[in-house]
């Protein structure tokens, strides 16, 4: 590639730039292959003879990258799949770095790499070429997460509001794949606003949408609701940890906004939460005071030890927090 040619890095993994070599590098699977499908069907629109290649890098044999990117009979574009690179062997090292000095016309070679630093000569030199990288990073905040779920559905042309894009978070949202799935199936499914009344028609029944439920209605100070629904969750054999885990992080989310100042936005920022997470933080810091909230952070410590093998009965332990909670939050 010459200077003038180079694509730049850093490329959208939902819209990544058709380039003669394209890097896929990080650990999550799911954003590499839907990089990758995207990728395919702008290659098939241009042309749909597009001839697909995969190579292994762990098990190459030096000179097949070559061979497969050679002209075929009939000069269809080619698109060459190579994947584990985090385990490439020294003969795919050594053809790839001679492949990228001089790329073979009419094909696309993709680059599969899962994080780290094997073939660190290779990343160096891909990224001083200019080539595309697309980082297929594991997205672990719910604020990330949140943001994935409302891109999918602007994607559809959907709408999905802040309350039902947290309860699918909180249902399905330790699973990108999972997660992508269930958003695929509210679009299918539903018409019109989707709301957190149809997330929880489709995925109510979840663990984690349980503990969803039980944490909201805690914070808020309605007491029966809160216990009715943990008491529900128990007697269906939910375990209490990630119940605790639920409250906790509301509890922290409230203590976080109780006495900050500022916009949604900037708030969310240097808080590390999503805009509507600080604006349903701040309706739920409403019923609570500093002492209040001081006493609920200490009762979650004890809770979850409790629940985490200090106590006989760990079941109690989740009652009497839930009741402590629910009863000192103001109504």
């Known amino acids: 590639m010459t200077p003038a040619a180079r694509p730049s890095a850093g490329a959208d993994w ?3 730039p058709l380039a ?12 590499a292959s839907r990089a990758l499908d995207g990728l395919r069907r702008k290659l098939r629109d241009q042309n749909q003879e597009l001839e697909i290649t995969t190579l292994d890098a762990a098990t190459y044999s030096a000179g097949t990258l070559g061979m497969v990117a050679s002209p075929s009979l009939f000069s269809e574009p080619k698109l060459i799949e190579a994947s584990n690179l985090s385990s490439m062997s020294d003969d795919f090292l050594a053809d790839a770095l001679a492949y990228l000095s001089d790329p073979a016309p009419d094909v696309t070679l993709t680059l599969m790499h899962g994080g780290g630093t094997r073939g660190k000569r290779l990343l160096d030199a891909l990224k001083a070429a200019g080539v595309p990288r697309v980082d ?10 949140s943001a994935f779920v409302t891109a999918e559905f602007q994607l559809a042309r959907r709408r999905i509001d802040g309350q039902a894009v947290r309860a699918l978070v909180a249902a399905v949202g330790a699973n990108l794949s999972e997660l992508a799935a269930a958003c695929q199936q509210l679009i299918a499914d539903t018409t019109g606003m989707v709301d957190s009344d149809a997330v929880d028609k489709y995925y109510g ?13 805690a914070l808020a100070g309605n ?3 809160a216990l009715s629904s943990l008491r529900h969750a128990l ?4 375990d209490p940890v990630p119940l605790v885990a639920a409250l906790a992080m509301k509890v922290r989310q409230v203590a976080k906004v109780h006495s900050a100042r500022g916009s949604s936005a900037q708030l969310g920022r240097d808080l590390g939460m999503a805009p509507w997470q600080v604006d349903a933080a701040r309706r739920d810091a409403g019923h609570w005071t500093a002492e209040g909230l001081a006493a609920a952070i200490q009762a979650l410590a004890e809770a979850d030890a409790q629940v985490k093998g200090a106590a006989r009965d760990p079941l109690y332990a989740v009652e009497r927090a839930v009741t402590l909670i629910a009863t000192s939050a103001r109504r």
């Open 14 to 16: 939902r819209d990544v």
């Open 20 to 31: 003669p070599v394209v890097l896929l590098f990080g650990p999550e699977e799911f954003i």
């Open 136 to 145: 297929c990073l594991a997205l672990k905040k719910d604020q990330e997460k």
């Open 205 to 217: 029944g979840r663990v984690e949408a349980t503990a969803f439920r039980v944490a909201d209605a």
């Open 223 to 225: 007491a029966p609701v």
């Open 235 to 238: 007697a269906t054999g939910v």
